[in-house]
């Protein structure tokens, strides 16, 4: 399973990545949303963890090209703010599985991904438990 990890904080962004490499995701990190859409032209992923509100750069600019050329990718937003908390994100993104909080633990949030990454179209039958 391919994900890719769009985050303004490098830090964070390494620390959910060790997190989903122990459930053998092969993760990509990126920092801004430029860098991201080069990505998604090269790399297929089956999730993106995305950063809603970037310093450099637009969270729905991304969603809306992985939708156009993965179609398949699930899509997590995070954030630290209370924009979309009513769940209008769903609305604005056809792609979009979750909107959790940047706080999340780790543990919970390579879950989450490993969960969307598992049930995405065409994955069916390619499941692998997650380490308790």
């Known amino acids: 399973m391919r994900a890719l990890i769009v985050h303004r904080d490098s830090e ?9 490499s122990r ?7 990126v920092n801004n949303a430029a860098s991201a ?3 998604i032209e090269d790399i297929s992923f089956d999730v993106i963890v995305l950063d809603l509100v970037m310093a450099e750069g637009s969270a729905f600019a991304v969603a809306d090209l992985a939708r156009f050329r993965q179609p398949d990718a699930n899509v997590v937003f995070v954030t630290d703010t209370s924009f979309f908390s009513d769940g209008s ?3 604005h993104a056809a ?7 940047t706080a999340t633990p780790p543990k919970d949030l390579a879950a989450i991904v490993h969960h969307y990454g598992i049930s995405r179209p065409g994955r069916a039958g390619h ?6």
Do not use: K, Y
């Open 12 to 20: 964070l962004g390494n620390r959910w990545r060790r997190h989903l």
């Open 23 to 29: 459930l053998e995701v092969d993760v990509t990190l």
């Open 37 to 39: 859409l080069d990505v």
């Open 89 to 91: 994100i769903f609305s």
């Open 95 to 101: 792609n979009a599985r979750a909107l959790i909080r």
């Open 127 to 132: 499941h692998s438990l997650v380490p308790g």
